[in-house]
C-alpha cells in the first residue's frame, strides 16, 4: 500500500503563484513516477504533470507548460508542484498519484495510476 497526502493549496489571486506539496509513504514510493491531476467542479479528472521515478524525466499537459513545475525529493518520499501565473482555469483540487507507467501516450491517463491522495483546493481568483 502506499499513502498520499497532499498540501499547500488554498486562495490566491490571479497571476500568483503556489506551491503543492506530496507526501508519500508505504511500499516502494522511491520505485514509482508520480503525477498531478486536476479536477473542476462539473469537469473530468485530467492530467496536469508527472515526473519519473529517477527525476530525470518530466512531462506537462499544454495547459500548464511553462508555468508549472513538478520535482521530487526522492529521500524525503516528496513531490512537489510549483505553480506560477495562476489562472482563474486553474482552480481545481489537485490531487498527487502513482504510477508505474512512462508511455507518454498512456501518462495521462487516470485508469493508468494506481494510488492516489485526498486532493488539496486551489482556488484562484480574477
Known amino acids: 500500500q502506499v499513502q498520499l497526502v497532499e498540501s499547500g493549496g488554498g486562495l490566491v489571486q490571479a497571476g500568483g503563484s503556489l506551491r503543492l506539496s506530496c507526501a508519500a509513504s508505504g511500499r516502494s514510493t522511491g520505485s514509482f513516477h508520480m503525477g498531478w491531476f486536476r479536477q473542476a467542479p462539473g469537469k473530468e479528472r485530467e492530467f496536469v504533470s508527472i515526473i519519473t521515478w529517477s527525476g530525470g524525466s518530466t512531462y506537462y499537459a499544454d495547459s500548464v507548460k511553462g508555468r508549472f513545475t513538478i520535482s521530487r525529493d526522492s529521500a524525503k518520499n516528496m513531490v512537489y508542484l510549483q505553480m506560477n501565473r495562476l489562472k482563474p482555469e486553474d482552480t481545481a483540487v489537485y490531487y498527487c498519484?502513482?504510477?508505474?507507467?512512462?508511455?507518454?501516450?498512456?501518462?495521462?491517463?487516470?485508469?493508468?495510476?494506481?494510488?492516489w491522495g485526498q486532493g488539496t483546493q486551489v482556488t484562484v481568483s480574477s
Open positions: 498519484a502513482t504510477t508505474t507507467w512512462s508511455s507518454p501516450s498512456r501518462i495521462n491517463q487516470r485508469v493508468y495510476y494506481d494510488y
